[in-house]
């Protein structure tokens, strides 16, 4: 990192769980920085320091705000003048295919605002080609400017772990990389000023497909232990005490522990756009991709039923039973419901006549579950109220002795507890 920093004009579309912290970090290191984001919604919070992502405390956005280097908006002709624009807007499926109409927009968007000399760079996640063959194009109609001649165009994926203490934008090392050479130089020189440690990476595609492998790897290891979990369930083994035991190996073997399914932005969706991009381009399967899909995308119904035997063995019908889900976020002392298997988990038992409760501190949103459910903290009084309780998402934030204490039954997808009336996934 360096330690003097030319102050430049930073445009940040999009203020999500990358742009945000992106933002911060920026402002931090000296930088003027305008967010733009298409919620006039997140933009009014953002304006009043009103933080929805945990790895952005609300002093952290008064600061910036109040250090005048930090502003927000909806409004798109803000970014004019810009040095740097940083794209981290949405990359969703759309029916199994890729929905790059975030990214389009956003390029609309910037595109009459770049400048000869500008830096553009793309952080969200896609598949191999987009940067070239999608983003610059669009670039260079709206600015009528020859990209890599006249601005520069980079690619660098972001790789934040919600929640991860020891992890940050700051510490984890980024790949960065550009259309040419000049683009990767400023590329990885504008985020050096904020990140301790760039990886150069040659072309955007090679930095493109990097990200697609991290979450592919982590995917497919985690549907690994699902379908383990299920077999050692059936072969009367402890896969906790398996995992355990392999992970004392010190090379070759990397930890990975089962769960109700995957959710999040990252896990259940960028897999697939790498399968996507395969399917396209030539016309095969990606096979560990649509596996492990399968495998995870299965893990919530099979919860559903591991709670319906447990349920059964004590004479209690799942279709009269009330159930309480603890946690809704797709992961630990996060606030993020998206894609959540605590969701398909709750449509499931409420499709078989549950009555379903559920308690997470952390999702503070509306969700569509919640029509259909009680939306409840955890007391004794929701515990005992309950047939049986399903451990879902293990935030720290759960009094996990009062739940052991009061519950009748605990399903523990992330063996977090211990007791004659806890069964482990
Ligand atoms: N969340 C993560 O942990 C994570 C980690 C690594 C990579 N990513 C990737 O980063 C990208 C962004 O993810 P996120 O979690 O921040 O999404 P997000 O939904 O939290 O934030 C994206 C924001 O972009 C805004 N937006 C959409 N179109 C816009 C436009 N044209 N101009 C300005 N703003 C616009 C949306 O309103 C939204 O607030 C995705 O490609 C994702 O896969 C996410």
New binding site residues.
């Given amino acids: 990192m360096t330690t003097t920093v030319t102050p430049l004009r930073v445009a940040v579309?999009?203020?999500?769980?990358?742009?945000l912290p992106l933002s911060m970090r920026a402002v931090v290191a000296g930088h003027d920085v305008i967010g733009?984001?298409?919620?006039t919604e997140?933009v009014k919070r953002l304006a009043v320091g009103d933080s929805f992502v945990e790895d952005v405390p609300g002093v952290v956005l008064d600061a910036a705000l109040n250090s005048g280097r930090y502003s927000v908006t909806d409004d798109a002709l803000a970014c004019e003048g810009f040095d740097v624009a940083v794209v981290?807007?949405?990359?969703p499926l759309h029916e199994g295919a890729p929905d790059l109409s975030?990214i389009e927009?956003?390029a609309r968007?910037l595109a009459p605002h770049v400048r000869p000399g500008s830096l553009v760079v793309l952080?969200?996640?896609?598949y191999p080609g987009t940067t070239e063959q999608l983003f610059v194009p669009i670039l260079e109609a709206g600015s009528g400017l020859i990209a890599g001649a006249d601005f520069s165009v980079g690619y660098s994926?972001?790789?934040?772990?919600?929640g991860n203490r020891t992890w940050d934008l700051g510490t984890t090392p980024k790949l960065v990389s550009g259309i040419d050479s000049e683009s990767l130089d400023r590329t990885d020189a504008f985020y050096s000023t904020f990140v301790r440690t760039t990886v150069r990476v040659s072309t955007c595609r090679a930095a493109e497909m990097a990200k697609l492998l991290e979450n592919t790897f982590r995917h497919v290891n985690v549907a690994l232990v699902n379908e383990l979990a299920m077999f050692a369930h059936d072969l009367d083994i402890d896969v906790w005490e398996s995992i355990e035991a392999a992970a004392t190996k010190p090379f070759g073997f990397m930890k990975f522990t089962p769960g109700p399914g995957v959710g999040?932005?990252?896990l259940p969706?960028?897999p697939s756009y790498l399968s996507w991009t395969v399917r396209q381009r030539l016309g095969r399967s990606f096979r560990f991709v649509e596996l492990a899909n399968d495998i995870n995308d299965h893990m919530p119904d099979y919860v559903a039923s591991r709670l319906m035997r447990a349920l059964n063995r004590q004479g209690v019908a799942l279709s009269r039973s009330k159930v309480l889900v603890l946690g809704l976020a797709y992961k630990r002392n996060a606030g993020d419901a998206r894609e959540s298997p605590a969701v398909a988990l709750i449509h499931r038992l409420l499709a078989d006549g549950a009555e379903v409760s559920v308690a997470d501190p952390h999702v503070v949103e509306r969700m569509p579950t919640d029509a259909l459910t009680r939306r409840v903290a955890l007391t004794e009084q929701e515990l005992k109220r309950a047939d049986a309780v399903v451990l879902v998402t293990d935030h720290d934030a759960f009094d996990y002795d009062l739940v052991t204490a009061q519950a009748a039954l605990v399903l523990d997808t992330r063996h977090r507890l211990d007791g004659p009336n806890v069964e482990q996934l």
């Fill in positions: 579309l999009g203020q999500g769980y990358v742009g733009i984001d298409a919620s997140r981290t807007v949405p990359t975030y927009s956003a968007m952080e969200s996640t896609t994926p972001e790789r934040i772990d919600p999040g932005h990252c969706i960028d």
